[in-house]
């Protein structure tokens, strides 16, 4: 079992930057690594997520805004947040997806706040 613990989150006014990380308990090297974030009422929404090789994939909604990133070695995924806007606000979840089994992990989640 994989525990994530993201952290990083915060309150930041528009226009303005976040970095949220996501420290796992074991090994991420054969998962692929996600956030997602959620909004009180609306469905969990993928943000971005990248591969056990390094491919990403980002939401058009945060396109050219957002990085994801990750380090195997130290078990970690980074979400780097630019040009933050009001409608970013929301949780944000880690999480951790072995395609092979379906078998995922989520984190507690981080609340990210984009004043305007």
């Known amino acids: 079992q994989v525990q994530l613990v993201e952290s990083g989150g915060g309150l930041v006014q528009a226009g303005g930057s976040l970095g949220l990380s996501c420290v796992a308990s074991?090994?991420?090297?054969?998962?692929?690594m996600g956030w997602y974030r959620q909004i009180p009422g609306m469905q969990r929404e993928l943000v971005a997520f990248?591969?056990?090789?390094?491919?990403?994939m980002v939401a058009d909604s945060v396109k050219g805004r957002f990085t994801i990133s990750r380090d195997n070695a130290k078990n970690t995924v980074w979400l780097q947040m630019n040009s933050l806007k009001s409608e970013d606000t929301a949780v944000y979840y880690c999480?951790?997806?072995?395609?092979?089994?379906?078998?995922?992990?989520w984190g507690q989640g981080t609340q990210v706040t984009v004043s305007s």
């Open positions: 999480n951790a997806y072995r395609v092979l089994t379906s078998l995922e992990y």
């Open positions: 074991g090994s991420i090297g054969s998962y692929r």
């Open positions: 990248i591969t056990k090789t390094g491919s990403t």
